[in-house]
C-alpha cells in the first residue's frame, strides 16, 4: 500500500512522541480551542522566561495532523522571543493557506506539513495550535492585539 | 421500484463515474443524496409556474399553490396526521424546534417549570430549550443513558416528576442508530399531562413514523435527510395546540389583517409561515415523498437491515475497531472508533479511497463524552448503497489501521 503523502515519517513520528505535552495544572491560566468539525480540543499554557518562551505546555486531543502539528510548534518555538513567535505563527497560519510550497528552507520541520494545503479540512487540523498559540500570546499580552488578521 | 436498479435515480453516481472518481457515499444520516425526480420537480416549478403562492389571483400563481399545497397532504399521509393543517413547513428540524421552543413552550411553561431532555440528543434538540430556559427562567433535566449509549428507560420515568410541562427526545439517535420506545415513554409522558415533541430528524428515513399511534404532540423532521432539497422541513403540531401558539416570525402570509393599531393572524399553518416560502424546495419535498412511497417499507428495511449486518461483519474484522452500542439495532447508521487511530485520520483514508465517512462528535458533543470518547466514525446507510460500498470501507479501513499500528 503506498503511503499517504499526508503522513510524512516526521509527521507520525511527532504524533508518536508529542513535544511539548504534559497536563496543564487546574491553577495555570492557559487558553483552549476547539475543532467542532471533528472534536479536536487542545490548551496551551505558555511559560515565558521575560519574553522568552521557556516552555510550551500542551494538553488535549487531536487526530495525527493536529497532534503532530501541535507538537512541531512547541520544538519551533522553545527559546524563541515570544514577540517574534507570534510574528512567526502569523507567517506559519499564512504559509499553510497559500500556493506556495512550504519549505524546509524556511520552516525547518513544519515543512513536512506542507501536504495539507491539499486538503481543505485538514489544513484546519494543522492551523488549530497556531491559531491557540495566538489566543495564548493575547492572553498574555492583551493590548498587543491590533493588526491581527 | 427495484432497489437493485435504484442507484441510477441518483445523477450523482454518473456524474462520479463520468469523472472516472470512485463514490461510496456513507454519509446518508447528515444529508442524503437526491434522486433526479426530486430535481425535477424543483426545475419543472422554475420553468412552468414560477409565481409566488397564496396570492392566486392568476392561474400561474394557482398551479404554484396547488403544487406546493400537494406537498402538505403529501406529508400528512406519509406521517398520517389527523389534519393537513397540522403540517407546518419549516427550513428543518433545527427551525421546527425552535418553532415548538418559541410559539408554544414559551407561551405555556412559568419559570420554576421543568423540561425533561435526555442525554442522547442532537445540538439541535438541547440548544432551542437551553435557550428557552435562560429566558424563561425554567429547568432542565436530562434522561440518562446506559453505558452501552440505550435511554434509561426507569430513570426517564422517575424524571417526569410534576414540575415537567414538555419532554423532547430523538425518535433515533444520530449516533448510535438506536430506535427509541418511543410509544412507552409518550404514554409515561402523557398519564402525567406532560406534552411530548419528537425529533425525528434520522427516524423519518428509517422506519414509518405514524403521528396517531405515537400519540405525540410536535414531531420535528428535515426534507434533507429524506431525499428532499437542503433547506426543507416540517413540524406536526397536533390539532389543539395550533390556536393557543404564539406566531413564530412576523410578516407576510403569517397574517389576515393589518391596520397601523392592530393585526390578526392568519389560520394555521400559515400563522406560523412568515414571508414567501421556499416554493421550489417543497414542491421537491413533495416529490421525494412519492419517491419514498414507490419504495415497499418491508422490502427497504429487509434490505437495509442486511447491509447493516453486512458492514457490522466487515467492521468486525478490523483490529481494534469497537462498534458504538454493539448488539442494538442499527438501522443502517453504525458509529464506531479503532484503537490508536483518530476518527479524523480513518475518515481520511477513508476519503482517499472514494468512501464519505463522517468523524468527530457528530452534533451531539455530550453523548459522545457520556461515552468517555472525544470523537467517533460514523458510517450511515440509505436505499442507493451496495455491498461494494462496504467493500470500499472495510479496505480503506484495513489500509489506515495497518498504517497506523504498523509503522
Redesign the interface.
Known amino acids: 500500500m503506498a503511503v499517504d503523502p499526508l503522513y510524512q515519517q516526521i509527521i507520525m513520528e511527532h504524533y508518536r512522541n508529542p513535544r511539548g505535552r504534559r497536563p496543564i495544572p487546574d491553577e495555570s491560566p492557559h487558553s483552549t480551542r476547539d475543532n467542532p468539525a471533528c472534536g479536536d480540543s487542545f490548551s496551551l499554557h505558555l511559560v515565558l522566561e521575560g519574553d522568552l518562551i521557556r516552555e510550551l505546555m500542551i494538553d488535549g486531543n487531536g487526530c495525527a495532523i493536529s497532534t503532530a502539528s501541535c507538537s512541531l510548534m512547541a520544538e519551533d518555538l522553545v527559546g524563541q522571543n515570544v514577540h517574534d513567535a507570534l510574528q512567526r505563527a502569523q507567517a506559519y497560519l499564512a504559509a499553510l493557506d497559500g500556493r506556495d510550497p512550504i519549505t524546509t528552507e524556511t520552516w525547518n520541520d513544519l515543512a513536512a506539513l506542507d501536504g495539507v494545503r491539499n486538503f481543505k479540512s485538514r489544513k484546519t487540523c494543522a492551523k488549530l495550535c497556531w491559531q491557540l498559540f495566538r489566543d495564548e500570546y493575547h492572553r498574555l499580552f492583551p493590548v498587543q492585539k491590533e493588526g491581527e488578521s | 421500484m427495484n432497489l437493485a436498479a435504484i442507484r441510477k435515480e441518483f445523477p450523482v453516481y454518473a456524474e462520479y463515474a463520468a469523472q472516472g472518481r470512485p463514490l461510496h457515499y456513507l454519509d446518508s444520516a447528515a444529508t442524503s443524496l437526491k434522486p433526479e425526480c426530486v430535481m425535477r420537480a424543483m426545475d419543472c416549478y422554475y420553468r412552468e409556474c414560477p409565481a409566488n403562492v397564496h396570492r392566486a389571483t392568476y392561474s400561474m400563481a394557482e398551479e404554484a399553490t396547488e403544487r406546493y399545497e400537494n406537498t402538505r397532504l403529501a406529508i400528512q399521509r406519509l406521517i398520517n396526521a389527523r389534519q393537513v393543517h397540522e403540517i407546518l413547513f419549516t427550513h428543518g428540524t433545527t427551525e421546527a424546534l425552535n418553532l415548538v421552543a418559541h410559539s408554544w413552550a414559551a407561551a405555556h411553561m412559568r419559570p420554576g417549570e421543568r423540561i425533561l431532555l435526555t442525554e442522547m440528543e442532537h445540538h439541535s434538540n438541547l440548544i432551542p430549550w437551553r435557550l428557552l430556559a435562560r429566558e424563561r427562567q425554567l429547568n432542565i433535566s436530562y434522561a440518562p443513558l446506559n453505558n452501552d449509549g440505550s435511554l434509561h428507560l426507569e430513570a426517564f420515568a422517575t424524571l417526569l416528576t410534576p414540575d415537567v410541562k414538555l419532554c423532547s427526545f430523538t425518535l433515533m439517535s444520530n449516533v448510535l442508530g438506536i430506535v427509541n420506545p418511543a410509544q412507552d415513554l409518550i404514554r409515561l409522558a402523557r398519564e402525567r399531562g406532560i406534552r411530548v415533541c419528537l425529533d425525528a430528524a434520522q427516524a423519518i428515513a428509517h422506519i414509518p413514523v405514524d403521528v396517531q399511534s405515537l400519540d405525540c404532540d410536535f414531531l420535528a423532521f428535515s426534507g434533507h435527510k429524506m431525499f428532499a432539497p437542503t433547506g426543507t422541513g416540517v413540524l406536526y403540531v397536533r390539532e389543539k395546540h395550533l390556536e393557543q401558539m404564539t406566531p413564530f416570525l412576523g410578516g407576510g402570509d403569517m397574517i389576515s389583517s393589518v391596520t397601523l393599531e392592530k393585526e390578526t393572524w392568519a389560520e394555521p399553518p400559515y400563522k406560523f409561515e412568515a414571508g414567501t416560502p421556499d416554493v421550489a424546495g417543497i414542491i421537491g419535498l413533495g416529490a421525494a415523498v412519492d419517491f419514498m412511497q414507490q419504495l415497499d417499507w418491508k422490502e427497504r428495511q429487509a434490505q437495509e437491515q442486511a447491509l447493516t449486518i453486512e458492514l457490522e461483519t466487515g467492521l468486525k474484522t478490523i483490529k481494534g475497531l469497537r462498534i458504538l452500542a454493539d448488539g442494538h439495532d442499527h438501522h443502517g447508521l453504525v458509529s464506531f472508533t479503532i484503537d490508536g487511530v483518530?476518527?479524523?485520520?480513518v475518515?481520511?483514508?477513508a476519503d482517499?479511497a472514494g468512501v464519505s465517512l463522517r468523524?468527530?462528535?457528530l452534533c451531539a458533543?455530550p453523548l459522545?463524552q457520556r461515552l468517555g470518547l472525544?470523537?467517533v466514525c460514523r458510517a450511515s446507510l440509505s436505499v442507493y448503497n451496495n455491498s461494494d460500498d462496504i467493500s470500499a470501507l472495510i479496505e480503506a479501513l484495513s489500509?489506515a489501521t495497518?498504517?497506523?499500528h504498523g509503522?
Do not use: E
Open positions: 483518530h476518527p479524523h485520520d475518515a481520511h483514508f482517499q468523524a468527530g462528535y458533543q459522545i472525544t470523537a489500509n495497518r498504517f497506523f509503522c
